[in-house]
């Protein structure tokens, strides 16, 4: 879900509610947008660090063909 969308949505349920409603409901929407950024990052870094390893593991093997 595109962050606009979110953002359509939450100003849709924020004018029919007390303003300390849609304060909470704006607080949880920019926690939850942190957590998945950092679940991102966090995945990233593991593909990152699997692809890397792949790479590693081809060259090595390659460099024992050349020395067969």
């Known amino acids: 879900v595109e962050n606009t969308q979110l953002e359509r949505k939450l100003t849709t349920l924020k ?6 409603i849609g304060q909470e409901i704006e607080e949880l929407l ?15 870094g593991k593909l990152a660090n699997i692809f890397n ?6 060259t090595t093997t390659s460099k024992m063909e050349n020395f067969n």
């Open 30 to 44: 920019y926690q939850s947008k942190s957590r998945l950024n950092h679940l991102y990052d966090q995945l990233d």
């Open 15 to 20: 004018s029919p509610l007390s303003p300390e």
């Open 53 to 58: 390893f792949n790479d590693q593991k081809s």
